[in-house]
């Protein structure tokens, strides 16, 4: 142990040390399987770092923990601040790969400590986290919480990867689950449920959890249990985990049993950030509203994202309000293959089938061939439960790709496009429309221009954070009054393929009176649908 300790001054600086080794000898596979990405240390450290000192003797709660790293990271914060006595420490660790690296850092950290006169009690369950602590979900009175143990700090980078509502995990945790759930979200939950009165949890997680309606159930609960304090953002999603290949928007916060009036958010563009990130103090009731069913969570980066947030504040209508409907397009393609073609001529008998790929920024290409994807449907009796009345509409890709410079992608559609009666729109797809009725020539237009604008998109990034633009989410976001909208369209259907800059200016000058400067180049002859 002496030799370690000439070699690596501190624990954290052990566990990276073996990390790095174990991650240069591991595949990309494993890791992926297992949700497997270790933390840099400059970033256990942050996370150390933000934890409030308590008694001197304290339990701490490392679920998922990996190598060790963000425990050593904390408690070397914590002996820092405060003349610690005794730690009592709980490790959760599924991998036998990884466990012979946890006993190595934990025995180097329970030495470093001895040396400090401070005792370390610690224990490493092979067990699965959710489900040992299932019971969490059981308690109905306070008598009942006595079995369960209960920690000071709960600090965490759990796994990360979905599993099926069927999983024996999301059953022991169905409070947290609707639809397919993701592993960390249920560590968050379960946490959050252990932890002491006046404890605090410190967690590197996804920010998916912020919005959506499969975290919907977790955010109710998480959030009737503990108030976050602290919120820190990468601007970077590919330089935290640089040593794993990981494409994430990933984020750190801190939540407290006790509710905190403040969330203070920091930002730094990845790891090397952190020593220097920009802050700023935000009240809790303006990032997210407690009394709300959804619990939606803002979490904006910067000022130009703190501005929009107020901007739709003030508009008081959803979609519903003006009898327009979005939903996701009725036509899984494996399941109706006896439908498709991939040749042919549109008429009564043969529909257009739109894909995601024919939507493009505010024009639809169709036909455009993508691989072996059939762009036709057959209209029949069979069918005609997955295809839709050919009227117009607005098209939405339901996910973004890595190389679109916005999270939302849409495109007008109009029915005078197509000689047919009903049109077949893939799964892919979010569709608005009015129920009973149509969409006028300007509503489509603004519409289209509405949620192509560089302001919507800003809005819809502060809380939506993966590729999925789910219908649910456009649903209930608030939009500007209905006469606003259609000024927009008539404005937008003056330009021949309206850009970004053209969409930017309108939008803003119509709902934010800021100057528009019409393209004088522009003409009113224009083709709707561009040729592949």
Request: charged share 25%; aromatic share 12%; hydrophobic share 35%.
């Amino acid at each position: 142990m002496m030799e370690l300790k000439k070699k690596h001054t501190i624990p954290s600086e052990f566990a990276e040390f073996l990390g790095l080794e174990y991650a240069y000898s591991t595949s990309d596979k494993h890791k992926k399987d297992n949700g497997q990405y270790f933390t840099p240390k400059q970033i256990a450290d942050f996370m150390g770092n933000l934890a409030s000192t308590k008694t001197n003797k304290i339990s701490i709660l490392d679920p998922g923990c990996g190598t060790g790293i963000l425990t050593c990271s904390l408690i070397e914060n914590l002996i820092q601040k405060s003349a610690i006595t005794e730690i009592e420490l709980v490790l959760y660790e599924t991998d036998e790969n990884v466990l012979t690296i946890t006993q190595k850092v934990i025995e180097f950290l329970a030495f470093w400590l001895a040396e400090k006169n401070i005792h370390l009690k610690y224990i490493i369950n092979r067990a699965d986290f959710v489900i040992e602590n299932s019971k969490v979900f059981e308690i109905s009175t306070l008598f009942g919480s006595e079995n369960v143990s209960h920690y000071d700090y709960i600090i965490s980078n759990p796994p990360y990867f979905k599993i099926s509502k069927n999983d024996k995990r999301a059953k022991a945790a169905r409070e947290l689950v609707y639809g397919q759930p993701n592993i960390y979200s249920l560590f968050m939950g379960v946490a959050a449920k252990l932890l002491k009165q006046d404890g605090e949890m410190i967690f590197i997680t996804p920010r998916s959890f912020a919005a959506g309606n499969y975290f919907k159930a977790f955010r109710q609960s998480f959030f009737k249990d503990v108030s976050i304090s602290n919120i820190h953002i990468f601007e970077s999603r590919n330089k935290m985990f640089k040593n794993d290949n990981v494409l994430q928007e990933n984020i750190i916060l801190r939540a407290t049993k006790q509710f905190n009036s403040d969330i203070r958010i920091t930002v730094s563009l990845c790891d090397k950030g952190l020593k220097n990130p920009t802050e700023k103090v935000f009240k809790t009731n303006s990032l997210i509203d407690l009394k709300s069913r959804d619990k939606v969570l803002f979490i904006p980066s910067n000022d130009k994202e703190t501005s929009t947030i107020e901007i739709f504040k003030r508009w008081q209508n959803t979609l519903n309000d003006f009898n327009i409907r979005i939903s996701t397009g009725p036509i899984v393609a494996f399941r109706c293959t006896e439908f498709l073609k991939t040749e042919g001529e549109i008429n009564d008998s043969l529909s257009p089938l739109i894909w995601l790929h024919n939507i493009k920024e505010m024009e639809l290409i169709y036909p455009l061939q993508k691989g072996k994807k059939p762009g036709f449907i057959i209209n029949s009796d069979e069918s005609r439960k997955v295809l839709l009345k050919n009227k117009n509409y607005v098209l939405l890709r339901r996910f973004s790709s890595k190389d679109d410079k916005s999270r939302l992608v849409c495109c007008p559609f109009f029915s005078s496009d197509f000689e047919t009666g009903m049109v077949g729109f893939e799964n892919h797809l979010n569709y608005i429309h009015r129920p009973n009725g149509n969409l006028s020539e300007n509503e489509i237009w603004g519409f289209s221009a509405l949620y192509s604008s560089s302001l919507f998109d800003t809005y819809f990034r502060t809380f939506n954070g993966n590729t999925q633009v789910g219908a649910t989410e456009l649903k209930q976001i608030k939009i500007p009054p209905l006469e606003d909208i259609i000024l927009i369209g008539s404005k937008i259907k003056e330009f021949n393929k309206p850009d970004k800059q053209v969409i930017n200016e309108i939008v803003n000058e119509v709902l934010l009176e800021r100057t528009y400067v019409k393209n004088t180049r522009s003409t009113n002859n224009f083709t709707r649908i561009g040729v592949a």
